[in-house]
């Protein structure tokens, strides 16, 4: 056959627009599929009760609550530690062998499996430190699990506003920290906000690190403490689909639907402000 | 005249580079001073010696002493803070932040508490008016800055230094952005700003230096090979380097 590059294009084509469509095709179906089997479950009622009848019947309120809890108790650790040492990192540490090895180590902490960090967090909160299975024990494993995401979206922020910002500034007479404080950071603000989002979507939709550190199987009631354990929105899911035997399908689809909800408008929100921030950069 | 700025026996290096080599020249004040020569001479590491610019790069040593006021700025214990009010810099490229006209002007005054809120209108009035941009823009203040000309944005770099009050003015290829005509009127500005301040300017246009300067330095290879007023440094230079350079056998 004569080669025909008119032909060859067209195959190319076609062959790279369908794997495009088959990429897109699994998160459809899952999206269409929990939406379509869980909505009929979503009422005021699922959302604002405590579970029933073995967790059968009833509603999600304290998963929903217990992982709104982690979540901010996963912030108030990982955000302020993440932020300052990834300012640490950019503005201030000199590139010598100790701050590489720590960019190192904030590269493979990323890579480190959720379950790994479970076990981790096992051994160190809820035993060594005897903070037992608790919120805090839960929020502190999270949040180191989150750090390198907020590590690096925080530096990559600082990295992205000019240096000349820097230099015009300390060329003004003010201090360097104040330089950081009122020319660079402001700047870096939306980039900071979307890995804080990224963070959070994350640290909600984990189960394995939760696992060990703070998801109670079944506690219809509400947290006194940050030393009670809670219930949380993946582990519940897992629990219902795995080791509650007749629960209606609807429920199930229905926990799923709101965590994926709370995750997805998390990420929506992330890429919105990503691309806000990038239309209005003018440097 | 008076000195604004003393270098003795300056010597600079980048690593095991020496960017400056035993540089000794003295600035008059109130008046502007030009520093020509070819490209990577040295022209912008002496300038950012005199407010310590350099000191933001890892792996600078500098010898010697710049004098500014009776007092050697190179020394162990200078407040960079206070030195870098009082020597304010301009740079090459435009480089307003991406905020309004008016926050541009405030943003010193405003981190330095040196001004009380009812000054900050007039504040900005008075810098805007230094730099001859007040009638342009006293009805846009709230405007974003980057919307501005490049000659505005430069005019404007120079005004937000003016409310931290410094006496010498270093400005490195301040027009290399601009037009000729753009050019034309921010030498103008210079010699009006002169009356206040001592300006420091690098340029590699040297019918900029000739129009503008009192005393030129010319540099080659990190060495000042002549300094003097610069009438004479383009008349009558006394090294033949100096008149290679201006008569533009190389550079
Ligand atoms: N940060 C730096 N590190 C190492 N060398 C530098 C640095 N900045 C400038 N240099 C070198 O110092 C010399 C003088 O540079 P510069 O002062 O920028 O020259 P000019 O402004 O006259 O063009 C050049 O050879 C340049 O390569
Ligand atoms: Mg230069």
């Given at each position: 056959?004569?080669?025909?590059?008119?032909?060859?294009?067209?195959?190319?084509?076609?062959?790279?627009?369908?794997?495009?469509?088959?990429?897109?095709?699994?998160?459809?179906?899952?999206?269409?599929?929990?939406?379509?089997?869980g909505w009929p479950a979503i009422s005021w009622e699922f959302l604002t009760a405590m579970p029933e009848k073995g967790m059968r019947e009833g509603g999600i309120f304290p998963a929903i609550v217990g992982t709104l809890f982690l979540v901010l108790g996963t912030l108030t650790f990982a955000l302020p530690l993440g932020v300052m040492s990834a300012i640490f990192l950019v503005e201030y540490a000199k590139d010598n062998v100790l701050t590489r090895l720590v960019k190192l180590a904030i590269i493979n902490l990323a890579g480190v499996p959720s379950v790994v960090y479970g076990l981790f967090g096992l051994?160190?909160?809820?035993?060594?430190?005897?903070?037992?299975?608790?919120?805090?024990?839960?929020?502190?494993?999270l949040a180191?699990?989150?750090?390198?995401?907020?590590?690096?979206?925080?530096?990559?922020?600082?990295?992205?506003?000019?240096?000349?910002?820097?230099e015009v500034s300390l060329s003004l007479g003010v201090s360097k920290w104040q330089t950081i404080r009122y020319s660079v950071l402001p700047h870096a603000l939306p980039g900071i906000l979307t890995g804080i989002i990224l963070a959070v979507s994350r640290a909600a939709g984990e189960t394995a690190p939760i696992l060990f550190t703070v998801a109670a199987f079944y506690l219809p009631k509400l947290p006194?403490?940050?030393?009670?354990?809670?219930?949380?929105?993946?582990?519940?899911?897992?629990?219902?689909?795995?080791?509650?035997?007749?629960?209606?399908p609807k429920v199930r689809y229905?926990?799923?639907?709101?965590?994926?909800?709370?995750?997805?408008s998390m990420n929506f929100v992330a890429i919105v402000l990503r691309s806000k921030f990038r239309k209005k950069k003018k440097w | 005249m008076k000195t604004a700025v003393e270098t003795q026996d300056l010597n600079l290096f980048y690593g095991d580079f020496q960017a400056l080599k035993n540089i000794n020249l003295r600035v008059k004040e109130n008046s502007i001073t030009a520093l020509i020569g070819p490209s990577g001479c040295g022209k912008s590491t002496l300038l950012r010696t005199f407010n310590r610019m350099n000191d933001l790069i890892e792996g600078v040593r500098i010898e010697g002493r710049i004098v500014i006021e009776g007092e050697n700025i190179l020394a162990g214990g200078t407040d960079l803070v206070t030195l870098r009010k009082k020597v304010g810099m301009v740079f090459q490229r435009p480089n307003p932040f991406p905020l309004s006209i008016e926050e541009n002007i405030l943003f010193a005054p405003k981190i330095h508490k040196t001004a009380a809120k009812a000054d900050h209108e007039r504040i900005v009035e008075e810098s805007l008016k230094s730099v001859l941009l007040w009638d342009n823009l006293k009805d846009k203040l709230g405007k974003n800055a980057l919307n501005l000309t490049l000659e505005q944005q430069q005019r404007l770099c120079i005004a937000r230094l003016l409310p931290v009050k410094p006496e010498i003015l270093l400005m490195d290829e301040p027009c290399s952005a601009l037009d000729p005509i753009a050019t034309e009127r921010i030498e103008e500005l210079m010699r009006v700003l002169k009356e206040h301040y001592t300006i420091l300017i690098v340029t590699h246009n040297m019918q900029q230096a000739a129009r503008v300067s009192d005393d030129t330095g010319f540099m080659l290879l990190g060495e000042l090979i002549e300094f003097a007023s610069t009438g004479s440094i383009f008349t009558n230079p006394s090294d033949q380097r100096t008149n290679d350079y201006i008569t533009g056998r190389f550079g």
């Open positions: 056959m004569k080669h025909n590059p008119y032909r060859t294009e067209k195959i190319a084509f076609s062959l790279l627009f369908l794997a495009t469509i088959v990429v897109l095709l699994p998160v459809i179906l899952i999206i269409g599929i929990i939406v379509q089997k051994g160190i909160f809820v035993m060594f430190l005897k903070f037992g299975a608790s919120i805090l024990a839960g929020s502190l494993t180191i699990m989150v750090l390198p995401i907020i590590i690096t979206t925080t530096r990559e922020a600082l990295e992205s506003v000019p240096q000349s910002f820097r006194d403490s940050i030393f009670d354990q809670v219930m949380a929105l993946p582990y519940h899911l897992y629990v219902i689909s795995t080791q509650v035997p007749n629960v209606d229905g926990t799923a639907l709101v965590l994926l909800l709370i995750v997805l | -």
